[in-house]
């Protein structure tokens, strides 16, 4: 064609004009991403609005108090899973790392729990007696590996939690904890007052420094006190 027939072609431009209702989806899917993001990582909510100069101080302060009743703690409850009391350290120092960035609560201490220690003590015990660790020492005494029980009990509560954890997060998503609404207030008492007297028995051996018999099932708890009398 020729430059004058270029000239007398009419053309034109097809663009897509949006109207309110498009400009208020964009908005919106761009509101849904932010809200996903700030639940899942609730520290980008409050972080950049942190005022260092009003709440450091204090923070500091509360952070030191936690973190010195954490040590003690931590240790005991590392005994009660019958494992090494560095471990009860550990435990007290990176779930407080990760809670940090997906948790949603300020308040919240992260870290061992009684109950918890005892049933993973229970557990380790139970896969990993010192009965399967015996060797041969000198003199013709029997003496117990405790390095390779304390070793294989590491796996035992490391699998365990692993898998606790597959759990927690199967019913996490089916929201199963609707089931916590219709606990009744006495079940909840008797539920705590039972945790205590666990915890308390437990701790007579390093009380009095005995070794009290091992004892399962039903009535254990009064067996187990009741074999030193």
């Known amino acids: ?10 053309y034109f431009v097809k663009r897509e004009v949006l109207d309110e209702l498009c400009l208020d989806e964009v908005a919106q899917k761009e509101t849904w991403l932010k809200h996903i993001l700030l639940t899942w990582v609730p520290v980008l909510s409050w972080l950049p609005r942190y005022s260092i100069r009003e709440n450091a101080l204090g ?5 030191c108090s936690v973190g010195i009743m ?10 009660l ?12 120092l990176f779930p407080v790392l990760v ?12 870290g061992t729990f009684a109950v918890i220690s005892i049933m993973v003590g229970s557990v380790t015990e139970r896969l990993a007696p010192d009965s399967n660790f015996i060797v041969n020492g000198t003199n013709g005494t029997e003496t117990v590996d405790i390095d390779k029980r304390d070793a294989y009990r590491v796996q035992v509560a490391c699998s ?55 004892f399962t099932g039903p009535l254990s708890l009064i067996y187990k006190p009741w074999s030193h009398f």
């Open 59 to 63: 923070d500091l302060i509360s952070g």
């Open 99 to 110: 809670y940090f960035i997906f948790g949603t609560s300020r308040h919240i201490s992260i």
């Open 160 to 214: 365990l939690t692993v898998l606790t954890g597959i759990f927690q997060i199967l019913l996490g998503v089916v929201r199963f904890g609707f089931v916590v609404t219709y606990l009744s207030e006495p079940l909840i008492r008797g539920y705590t007052t039972g945790s205590a007297c666990h915890v308390c028995v437990s701790q007579l051996k390093y009380l009095f420094g005995i070794t009290p018999s091992r």
């Open 70 to 79: 954490h040590l003690p703690q931590g240790m005991a409850y590392a005994l």
């Open 81 to 92: 899973a019958s494992l090494r009391p560095v471990y009860g350290l550990y435990t007290s």
């Open 1 to 10: 064609m020729e430059e004058k027939d270029l000239q007398s072609v009419e």
